[in-house]
């Protein structure tokens, strides 16, 4: 169990935030389009659209190429823009608590205090897999308390609440939600892992980067 939701049983919103989103394109012809460097107004948006569906979560994410990261420098300061999300976020209220699902011990954290970047941020490290090479996964967007008496090597028995979903601005400055993603190999990084890549990385980062929808099975997710 990641989050305190039953996929199997409860209703839940696949949200789209690429190019095929027209809410999402700037476009001269509607000024009062959606203003996604406006914090509040991308949130009213998001939980606008889980309202008119009557869910309590939305989903969704991996692989996609998404437009929502213009807003930010942190995205673009390199010749090619980061557009390419790998991991899968979940959309939800903010101090929505969060729950290894697997067992695990703390490989790093930090707090990446940046303007669209994860805010408080946890990673843990798993059992080998069959393969021989240790899984990792991120989960970014927290609560700062999240971070609190943390440790490296601290160990998480899958279930264990791991920490909370983080309001804005201090999970990063975006609407309340996780970023989940699982890494095969971390390059050498602690408390930071990409979670958007560039279009000329995408093979590299995916071969890295596996889907986490193989490990919790959400229908309608690829």
Request: include cysteine; glycine fraction near 10%; hydrophobic fraction near 35%.
């Amino acid at each position: 169990m990641l989050l305190p939701f039953d996929f199997q049983k409860e209703p839940y919103l696949v949200l789209d935030f690429s190019a095929t989103n027209p809410d999402l394109l700037s476009d001269p012809n509607r000024p009062n389009g959606l203003d996604l460097t406006n914090t509040s107004a991308f949130s009213d948006y998001v939980f606008g659209k889980m309202q008119a569906a009557g869910v309590k979560i939305g989903v969704g994410g991996y692989n996609e190429h998404r437009v929502i990261y213009r807003r930010s420098e942190h995205f673009s300061a390199t010749e090619e823009p980061r557009e390419i999300h790998l991991g899968i976020d979940f959309w939800a209220e903010a101090g929505t608590p969060v729950f290894a699902p697997m067992d695990g011990i703390v490989h790093s954290f930090q707090d990446n205090n940046n303007f669209g970047d994860y805010g408080p941020t946890i990673i843990l490290e798993h059992t080998a897999n069959a393969a021989g090479k240790p899984r990792y996964s991120l989960y970014g967007h927290l609560t700062r308390s999240s971070l609190a008496d943390l440790y490296k090597g601290k160990a998480f028995k899958a279930g264990e609440k791991l920490g909370e979903i983080g309001p804005y601005p201090e999970n990063g400055d975006w609407p309340p939600h996780l970023h989940f993603q699982l890494m095969t190999d971390m390059l050498g990084l602690k408390g930071d892992f990409p979670g958007v890549c560039s279009v000329a990385d995408r093979a590299k980062f995916l071969s890295i980067c596996p889907n986490p929808n193989q490990l919790l099975n959400i229908a309608g997710l690829p």
